[in-house]
Protein backbone atom coordinates (compact mmCIF):
# COMPACT_ATOMS: atom_id res chain seq x y z
CA UNK A 1 0.00 0.00 0.00
CA UNK A 2 1.11 3.44 -1.16
CA UNK A 3 1.87 5.51 2.34
CA UNK A 4 2.22 8.75 0.52
CA UNK A 5 -0.85 8.91 -1.06
CA UNK A 6 -4.39 8.23 0.10
CA UNK A 7 -6.75 6.97 -1.70
CA UNK A 8 -10.23 9.31 -1.53
CA UNK A 9 -12.81 7.67 -4.13
CA UNK A 10 -13.58 6.61 -8.00
CA UNK A 11 -14.36 9.52 -10.71
CA UNK A 12 -17.85 7.59 -11.47
CA UNK A 13 -19.20 9.97 -14.62
CA UNK A 14 -19.29 13.25 -16.41
CA UNK A 15 -21.46 16.23 -14.83
CA UNK A 16 -22.74 18.12 -17.96
CA UNK A 17 -20.66 18.79 -20.93
CA UNK A 18 -18.02 21.31 -19.42
CA UNK A 19 -15.54 18.87 -18.00
CA UNK A 20 -17.41 18.37 -14.96
CA UNK A 21 -16.98 14.95 -13.13
CA UNK A 22 -18.84 12.80 -10.47
CA UNK A 23 -16.54 11.35 -7.81
CA UNK A 24 -17.84 8.42 -5.47
CA UNK A 25 -15.61 9.56 -2.14
CA UNK A 26 -15.31 6.58 -0.45
CA UNK A 27 -15.30 7.94 3.15
CA UNK A 28 -17.05 7.78 6.59
CA UNK A 29 -18.78 10.80 8.22
CA UNK A 30 -16.85 13.46 5.94
CA UNK A 31 -18.50 16.00 3.87
CA UNK A 32 -15.72 18.47 2.91
CA UNK A 33 -12.34 17.94 1.40
CA UNK A 34 -9.30 18.81 3.63
CA UNK A 35 -8.12 22.41 2.22
CA UNK A 36 -6.28 20.98 -0.98
CA UNK A 37 -5.28 22.45 -4.42
CA UNK A 38 -5.12 19.36 -6.35
CA UNK A 39 -5.90 15.74 -6.55
CA UNK A 40 -4.01 13.01 -8.20
CA UNK A 41 -5.21 10.54 -10.77
CA UNK A 42 -4.01 6.89 -10.92
CA UNK A 43 -2.91 6.99 -14.55
CA UNK A 44 -1.14 3.81 -15.71
CA UNK A 45 0.04 3.05 -11.62
CA UNK A 46 0.93 6.84 -11.57
CA UNK A 47 -0.15 9.42 -9.70
CA UNK A 48 -0.83 12.35 -11.59
CA UNK A 49 -1.92 15.91 -10.48
CA UNK A 50 -4.77 17.56 -11.50
CA UNK A 51 -5.18 21.37 -10.25
CA UNK A 52 -9.44 21.87 -8.63
CA UNK A 53 -10.92 24.15 -10.75
CA UNK A 54 -13.88 24.30 -9.19
CA UNK A 55 -15.75 22.16 -6.64
CA UNK A 56 -19.31 22.39 -7.26
CA UNK A 57 -20.99 19.76 -4.83
CA UNK A 58 -19.74 17.25 -1.88
CA UNK A 59 -22.97 15.40 -0.31
CA UNK A 60 -23.67 11.80 0.12
CA UNK A 61 -20.44 10.78 -0.72
CA UNK A 62 -20.82 12.52 -3.90
CA UNK A 63 -18.23 14.51 -5.27
CA UNK A 64 -19.15 17.31 -8.23
CA UNK A 65 -15.97 19.25 -9.15
CA UNK A 66 -13.83 20.89 -12.23
CA UNK A 67 -10.06 19.87 -12.72
CA UNK A 68 -8.44 23.01 -14.76
CA UNK A 69 -7.48 20.22 -17.04
CA UNK A 70 -10.19 18.65 -18.08
CA UNK A 71 -12.69 21.31 -20.57
CA UNK A 72 -14.43 18.90 -22.37
CA UNK A 73 -16.76 15.45 -22.56
CA UNK A 74 -14.05 14.02 -24.33
CA UNK A 75 -11.38 14.58 -21.96
CA UNK A 76 -13.82 13.52 -19.17
CA UNK A 77 -14.29 10.54 -20.54
CA UNK A 78 -10.35 9.61 -20.49
CA UNK A 79 -10.25 9.90 -16.98
CA UNK A 80 -13.98 8.10 -16.01
CA UNK A 81 -13.65 4.59 -13.45
CA UNK A 82 -10.19 6.29 -12.59
CA UNK A 83 -9.17 6.28 -8.65
CA UNK A 84 -8.71 9.53 -7.22
CA UNK A 85 -5.95 10.49 -4.20
CA UNK A 86 -4.68 12.96 -1.91
CA UNK A 87 -1.64 13.17 -0.90
CA UNK A 88 -1.41 11.95 2.60
CA UNK A 89 0.78 14.73 3.82
CA UNK A 90 -2.13 17.04 3.59
CA UNK A 91 -4.54 14.82 5.32
CA UNK A 92 -5.06 14.89 8.91
CA UNK A 93 -8.38 14.37 10.44
CA UNK A 94 -9.65 15.78 13.64
CA UNK A 95 -12.31 13.87 14.16
CA UNK A 96 -12.25 10.19 15.60
CA UNK A 97 -14.83 8.52 13.56
CA UNK A 98 -13.78 10.19 9.96
CA UNK A 99 -11.89 8.20 7.53
CA UNK A 100 -11.29 7.41 3.87
CA UNK A 101 -11.95 3.81 3.45
CA UNK A 102 -8.82 2.59 2.69
CA UNK A 103 -6.85 4.47 5.26
CA UNK A 104 -7.88 1.49 7.15
CA UNK A 105 -6.38 -1.33 5.30
CA UNK A 106 -4.39 -3.42 7.40
CA UNK A 107 -5.47 -1.92 10.94
CA UNK A 108 -5.90 -4.70 14.01
CA UNK A 109 -9.60 -4.57 14.78
CA UNK A 110 -10.02 -4.74 18.52
CA UNK A 111 -13.89 -6.00 19.91
CA UNK A 112 -14.31 -5.57 23.63
CA UNK A 113 -10.28 -4.71 24.00
CA UNK A 114 -9.19 -8.31 22.37
CA UNK A 115 -7.28 -8.28 19.67
CA UNK A 116 -9.59 -9.92 16.79
CA UNK A 117 -7.80 -9.78 13.79
CA UNK A 118 -6.94 -7.57 10.70
CA UNK A 119 -8.09 -5.45 7.62
CA UNK A 120 -7.48 -7.18 4.93
CA UNK A 121 -9.74 -4.92 2.27
CA UNK A 122 -12.81 -2.79 2.49
CA UNK A 123 -15.37 -3.32 -0.05
CA UNK A 124 -17.43 -1.37 -1.49
CA UNK A 125 -19.30 -2.92 -4.33
CA UNK A 126 -21.98 -4.08 -1.55
CA UNK A 127 -24.88 -1.84 -0.90
CA UNK A 128 -23.46 -1.40 2.34
CA UNK A 129 -19.61 -0.83 2.28
CA UNK A 130 -17.86 -3.34 4.51
CA UNK A 131 -14.60 -4.37 6.23
CA UNK A 132 -12.99 -7.36 5.36
CA UNK A 133 -11.32 -8.34 8.43
CA UNK A 134 -9.27 -11.78 8.33
CA UNK A 135 -10.08 -13.64 11.56
CA UNK A 136 -8.58 -16.86 11.91
CA UNK A 137 -7.51 -17.35 8.46
CA UNK A 138 -11.06 -17.01 7.23
CA UNK A 139 -12.16 -13.84 5.87
CA UNK A 140 -15.50 -11.48 7.68
CA UNK A 141 -17.38 -8.89 6.00
CA UNK A 142 -18.83 -6.38 9.26
CA UNK A 143 -20.71 -3.33 8.19
CA UNK A 144 -19.29 -0.34 8.12
CA UNK A 145 -21.63 1.88 10.15
CA UNK A 146 -20.92 4.58 12.75
CA UNK A 147 -22.85 2.01 15.19
CA UNK A 148 -20.38 -0.40 15.30
CA UNK A 149 -16.84 1.55 14.97
CA UNK A 150 -16.06 2.46 19.07
CA UNK A 151 -12.65 4.36 18.33
CA UNK A 152 -10.18 4.59 16.05
CA UNK A 153 -6.05 4.82 16.79
CA UNK A 154 -4.55 6.02 13.88
CA UNK A 155 -1.47 6.31 15.36
CA UNK A 156 -1.10 2.75 16.36
CA UNK A 157 -3.46 1.08 13.63
CA UNK A 158 -6.11 0.41 15.47
CA UNK A 159 -9.81 0.12 15.65
CA UNK A 160 -11.91 -0.68 17.98
CA UNK A 161 -15.80 -2.44 16.80
CA UNK A 162 -18.37 -3.48 18.22
CA UNK A 163 -19.24 -6.59 16.26
CA UNK A 164 -23.15 -7.36 16.50
CA UNK A 165 -23.39 -10.74 18.94
CA UNK A 166 -22.78 -14.06 16.87
CA UNK A 167 -21.15 -12.86 13.75
CA UNK A 168 -17.77 -13.94 14.36
CA UNK A 169 -19.47 -17.37 15.70
CA UNK A 170 -21.04 -18.00 12.45
CA UNK A 171 -17.33 -18.53 11.06
Same mark, same amino acid.
Given at each position: ???????????????????????????????????????????????????????? /???????????????????????????????????????????????????????? /???????????????????????????????????????????????????????????
Amino acid at each position: MNTDHVKIGTIVSKHGYKGFIKINVSSFNFDKLPDIKHLFIDINNCFVPFMIEEIK /SFSNNLLILKFSEVNSEDEADDIILKNIFIESKNYKTTEQKGFFYDELIRFNVYNQ /SKRIGIIERINIELPQPVFEVLINSKIVMIPIHEDLIDKIDKKNNIIHIDIPDGLIEII
